[in-house]
């Protein structure tokens, strides 16, 4: 029998007779009372990747990657003034010099 990271033993396989006394959940569909199986039919889940940004680029790499592997949501995280001040300068400096070619 295996046991799995938080100490709870997981049998190798279930069968009909492990379910017996689990009808209150077994029976009951999501969104009915008692809850069992949560409190809403259909949660309209996304599959969300979150991103700490320390560089830019890379982040953009990195979400990019995730878009192409299924994710349908990210949340970008910059963590420090360093990274939002870098930010802006960047793009103050790009702007400075698309102003300067016009």
Not at 41 to 50: G, S, T
């Amino acid at each position: 029998m295996k046991t799995n990271l938080d100490g709870i033993k997981i049998k190798p396989y279930y069968r009909s007779e492990h379910l017996k006394g689990l009808e209150h959940i077994l029976n009951v569909k999501p969104g009915e009372f008692p809850f069992v199986r949560g409190e809403k039919a259909d949660n309209n889940w996304l599959i969300r990747q979150d991103i700490v940004v320390e560089d830019f680029a890379e982040a953009n790499k990195t979400a990019l990657n995730a878009i192409e592997r299924g994710t349908e949501s990210i949340a970008f995280a910059i963590c420090t003034e360093n990274a939002v001040t870098k930010m802006i300068l960047q793009n103050y400096w790009n702007i400075f010099l698309l102003n300067q070619l016009n």
